[in-house]
Nanobody, 115 residues
Framework: QVQFVESGGGLVQPGGSLRLSCAASGRIFSIEAMGWYRQAPGKQRELVGAITAGGSAHYVDSVKGRFTISRDNAKNTVYLQMNSLSPEDTAVYYC?????????WGQGTQVAVSS
């Protein structure tokens, strides 16, 4: 059974950085495109970036140049490096396959950007 566990969130000041990690179980990880999603209070969950099995990354415009997705298939882990954070980035961040599978949503990790 596939499971994703997110970690690395926290409270950070505007302009700060965080690195999120997503540990995946299951043999399918290395052949799947993976994504980082976020859900801000009162908003729908959105895909902010994705990385293919081969390592090509794509981002939503609002995070381009600030967020970087990477993966380590040997460790079954995908990362999200977030720089130049702003209050608009405050959300619960999740990882999942791309396209997402509703059975694989984890607890997420909370990111709060505030002075």
């Amino acid at each position: 059974q596939v499971q994703f566990v997110e970690s690395g969130g926290g409270l950070v000041q505007p302009g700060g950085s965080l690195r999120l990690s997503c540990a995946a179980s299951g043999r399918i990880f290395s052949i799947e495109a993976m994504g980082w999603y976020r859900q801000a209070p009162g908003k729908q969950r959105e895909l902010v970036g994705a990385i293919t099995a081969g390592g090509s990354a794509h981002y939503v415009d609002s995070v381009k140049g600030r967020f970087t997705i990477s993966r380590d298939n040997a460790k079954n882990t995908v990362y999200l490096q977030m720089n130049s954070l702003s209050p608009e980035d405050t959300a619960v961040y999740y990882c999942n396959k791309v396209p997402s599978n509703r059975n694989y949503w984890g607890q997420g990790t909370q990111v709060a950007v505030s002075s």
